[in-house]
T-cell receptor, first 117, second 109 residues
Framework: KAGVTQTPRYLIKTRGQQVTLSCSPI?????VSWYQQTPGQGLQFLFE???????NKGNFPGRFSGRQFSNSRSEMNVSTLELGDSALYLC????????????????FGAGTRLSVL | GQQLNQSPQSMFIQEGEDVSMNCTSSSIFNTWLWYKQDPGEGPVLLIA?????ELTSNGRLTAQFGITRKDSFLNISASIPSDVGIYFC?????????FGTGTSLTVIP
């Protein structure tokens, strides 16, 4: 079955603009998580959506927001872009089950490379 | 958020050598995962581990879920040039995933 699809792959924006990134999860997966990856900072968790509700949130400012649609597709929005927002944004989908025995694995998309000038 | 302690941070090895890396945490996990990331791409899942003590292989890769559930290791045998990349460990506790800081592997032909 198809993997996680992120669009667009590359984006160039200027400071102050806003941007919307899209993620289509693996069919049947109900959870979508977003991560920011910068050199030296590793994977920083932004938020997770499950069944159209934000279930978990990282430590990012309110300029970063997201939503999930009924078909589990998710979008992430960053408003008032800053130079420091330049990063690879990764989306990961998983079944979203929480039990200790659950085979709940995250699969990643190829990412969206955002450059803020 | 919490990150796992992954070591070593980087490795430079000769082609054909074996590689070993590990992740530790002060907390227990229900699942341990190992990913490989190539430049400009998303992490690709290599191995998933679900039970304490579990040992799983995927070709030349072998990973183990630590008995204490607080650690995991990944071994790569007979390394080849295409093994180059960044390897991440991840632990799952309930709905939350925690990631290691990555091990950058360079294979010298």
């Amino acid at each position: 079955k198809a993997g996680v699809t992120q669009t667009p792959r590359y984006l160039i924006k200027t400071r102050g603009q806003q941007v919307t990134l899209s993620c289509s999860p693996i069919s049947g997966h109900r959870s979508v998580s977003w991560y920011q990856q910068t050199p030296g900072q590793g994977l920083q968790f932004l938020f997770e959506y499950f069944s159209e509700t934000q279930r978990n949130k990282g430590n990012f400012p309110g300029r970063f927001s997201g939503r999930q649609f009924s078909n589990s597709r998710s979008e992430m929005n960053v408003s008032t872009l800053e130079l420091g927002d330049s990063a690879l944004y990764l989306c990961a989908s998983s079944p979203g089950t929480a039990g200790a025995l659950a085979k709940n694995i995250q699969y990643f998309g190829a990412g969206t490379r955002l450059s803020v000038l | 958020g919490q990150q796992l302690n992954q070591s070593p941070q980087s490795m430079f090895i000769q082609e054909g050598e074996d590689v070993s890396m590990n992740c530790t945490s002060s907390s227990i996990f229900n699942t341990w995962l190992w990913y490989k990331q190539d430049p400009g791409e998303g992490p690709v899942l290599l191995i998933a581990l679900y039970k304490a003590g579990e040992l799983t292989s995927n070709g030349r890769l072998t990973a183990q879920f630590g008995i204490t559930r607080k650690d995991s290791f990944l071994n790569i045998s007979a390394s080849i040039p295409s093994d180059v990349g960044i390897y991440f460990c991840a632990g799952r506790r309930r709905i939350q995933f925690y990631f290691g800081t990555g091990t950058s592997l360079t294979v010298i032909p």
